[in-house]
């Protein structure tokens, strides 16, 4: 699976020295862009996150009328992360329209 390929990468980024611990180096600064998600690129806001965490029995009823919302009335860009480590930010923007 997908999932089953990125933990496999993840494990050796952090045997190669460019994993989780790069942020201490300064690799992780920079604007990312999300490719892959299993769920709708919406999701990667850490308003959804929150959302989830808040009201667990609640946040799949919501998700579920907001992912039903067809196209062109909900277009979905790409889901950007900025992250500067100098900074101590970490900014999360999706495109809705």
Same mark, same amino acid.
């Given at each position: ?5 990125? !933990?496999?990468?993840? @494990?050796?980024?952090? @045997?190669?020295?460019?994993? !989780? ?20 690129? /919406?999701?990667?806001? $850490? &308003? &959804?996150?929150? &959302? ?5 029995? !609640? ?6 009328? /907001?992912?039903?919302? $067809? ?10 992360? /900025? ?5 101590? /930010? &970490? ?7």
């Amino acid at each position: 699976s997908v999932c089953d390929k990125v !933990q496999e990468l993840e @494990q050796l980024a952090e @045997q190669g020295g460019i994993g !989780q611990a790069s942020a201490h180096s300064g690799l992780l600064s920079g604007e990312w862009e999300l490719i892959y998600s299993p769920e709708d690129v /919406t999701r990667s806001s $850490p &308003f &959804f996150w929150a &959302f989830r965490k808040a009201f667990p029995d !609640q946040s799949d009823q919501v998700f579920s009328i /907001t992912d039903s919302i $067809p196209s062109p009335i909900k277009e979905v860009g790409p889901a950007t992360q /900025t992250i500067d480590m100098n900074a101590k /930010t &970490f900014v999360s923007r999706v495109k809705v329209a």
